[in-house]
Nanobody, 117 residues
Framework: QLQLVESGGGLVQAGGSLRLSCAAS????????MNWYRQAPGKQREFVASFPSSGSGVIMYADSVKGRFTISGDYAQNMVWLQMNSLKPEDTAVYYCHAITYTGNYWGQGTQVTVSS
């Protein structure tokens, strides 16, 4: 069973930056893609960014974070990061790491990001 552990969340003022990390428990498991999602209070979980393991894959971002967030990853370590700049109060949410393997989908427990105005 693959486990994902997020870290790096916290409280930051609007305009500030945070860097989230996600580490998978097993480096030997082949992960096809690692993503970040977020869920704000009272809202559905939404896609934030995607980092494919294949060189032919496309890094994708939600329109709401384009130009402010940058996803990166290292599949030799099965890790992915999310650099978040120019944070806005509407970015406040629990951020979840998500991984897709040949055997299924896996989710982390989430890390809270709070942006104060």
């Amino acid at each position: 069973q693959l486990q994902l552990v997020e870290s790096g969340g916290g409280l930051v003022q609007a305009g500030g930056s945070l860097r989230l990390s996600c580490a998978a428990s097993e480096r030997s498991i082949r992960i096809n893609v690692m993503n970040w999602y977020r869920q704000a209070p009272g809202k559905q979980r939404e896609f934030v960014a995607s980092f494919p393991s294949s060189g032919s894959g496309v890094i994708m971002y939600a329109d709401s974070v384009k130009g402010r967030f940058t996803i990166s990853g290292d599949y030799a370590q099965n890790m992915v990061w999310l650099q978040m700049n120019s944070l806005k109060p509407e970015d406040t949410a629990v951020y979840y790491c998500h991984a897709i393997t040949y055997t299924g989908n896996y989710w982390g427990q989430g890390t809270q990001v709070t942006v104060s105005s």
